[in-house]
């Protein structure tokens, strides 16, 4: 990688966050550290049951190699990482459910082969075997199984571990014609045509961003031109990306993500250069952007996405956030996605109902029911959406059903912004289900 390339892998573009700081010094003080639990690296084993599964994921993916570069040259990073890897191999050198599991199998092999001077600097030629042989192992297995995921960002980041091994591992030009096709379509799965996904995620369309921009970073350094599947992705996932930001640079608290970081934020925009205004009127995605002067507002306008799609989505349907310059006014509650520490037990079902949300909540119910196996189940089903936007400002009315075959009512909620940013008017109005009136198409 170039160096430019390397720092954009790095995050030194902008500075490291506080959160980046904590994980990535605590690397160099002897332990791995990921939403508030951390484990010694004198007595790691990746293998061990009673780590919270987030902190295992983390620890699998080898994301953390990231941080470690950041913080160490290469003999200490070296030191750290190296007898990780050992541990990891006793422990997984054959299948293993989570160990193997094709996301996280991806994430590792491109880690592995992005930050190799971190893990092959040992002259010790049997442990340099067995890494390069776990690398061409991983890259048959994910080969053999990546498309039969479930369509998503986890099917995303195994087809791309596809392609990397393609990309970096010799002979591998057939295997990387494959990855690029089967990546192509993972992409029509989960990428929808506004820039929005199915999961409805912010959080995810920050992840999928990131994904591609370090996929395309190792076509740069292996002198090949980008692939077009993953360049057109990226410009239609940039704008979309853009608006659900607020004005402090943070992201929408929808559908189980937290608010990110804005240099992490920025990074990635800039990273993609993508030269686009946010958008404001997400057909597909289901999102509406208000903006007057300083003030965003940015409104859940579309129906959670069906439990294929999440497992963490929320019921906060014509849920808004709004922003007067960096200041949040309005907000939800948000999720436990990308948090400095986890969110556990009935509170992470909590702050999925529609009540931990800035929209009506009718007879303590939410909009859409959460059922005990944590999936959305009967509610919300259709959102119809107008918007006009005039010299004098912006004027969206909405309305769900979430309510109809419960209640017999339909939840309509009319916003106002002015164009200065000044004068924000809302108005709630329940009304019977069986008077729907005329149709008024979807967001425009």
Known sequence: ???????????????????????????????????????????????????????????????????????SDRPRGARIAEP???????????FHELGWRGDLLGQRLFYWTAYAPL?????????????????????RHLERTAEKLPAGLDRIHAVGGVLVAGLLLPGGEQRQHRAEAALARALDLFLLSDGGVT????????????????????YAARGQRESETISAAIVRLTPALRGVTLGDGLLASLHGGALGNAERIDRALKQAAVPARPLRSGIASGFQRLV????????????????R????????????????????????????????????????????????????????????????DGALGKGVEEV?????????????????????????LLHQRRLFLSADGRDLRGEDVLLPARARGPRIGRAQ
Not at 312 to 337: K, P, Q, Y
Request: aromatic share 8%.
């Open 292 to 307: 007057g002067g300083k003030t965003v507002v940015v409104v859940d306008a579309g129906p959670p996405p069906a439990a």
């Open 84 to 94: 990780l890897v050992q541990s990891f191999l006793a422990d997984f050198s054959e």
């Open 199 to 218: 999961s409805r995620a912010p959080f995810d369309m920050l992840q999928l961003l990131e994904w591609l921009l370090m996929l395309q970073a190792v």
């Open 119 to 139: 893990i092959l600097s040992s002259n010790d030629l049997v442990y340099r075997s067995a890494v390069l042989n776990a690398i061409a192992r991983g890259a």
């Open 384 to 408: 119809l959406v107008e918007r006009n936007d005039t010299a004098e400002g912006s004027w969206l009315d909405a309305r769900h059903d979430g309510y109809a075959r419960r209640y017999g």
């Open 1 to 71: 990688f170039t160096p430019a390339e390397r720092s954009f892998l790095m995050g030194r573009e902008t500075g490291r966050t506080l959160f980046k700081q904590t994980s990535a010094e605590a690397l160099l003080t002897g332990k791995l550290q990921f939403q508030g639990h951390g484990q010694s690296l004198a007595t790691l084993r990746f293998a061990t049951p009673h780590a919270p599964l987030s902190w295992r994921e983390h620890a699998l993916s080898f994301a953390w190699l990231r941080d470690l570069a950041e913080v």
């Open 309 to 372: 799609d999440s497992s963490s989505a929320h019921a906060g349907t014509l849920a808004f956030e709004m922003s007067d310059g960096a200041t949040r006014m309005i907000v939800n509650c948000g999720g436990g996605r990308g948090q400095p520490r986890a969110v556990q037990g009935e509170l992470a079902g909590l702050l999925r109902s529609t009540a931990a949300h800035s929209t009506l909540v009718l007879a303590d119910t939410s909009s859409t029911r959460i059922r005990d």
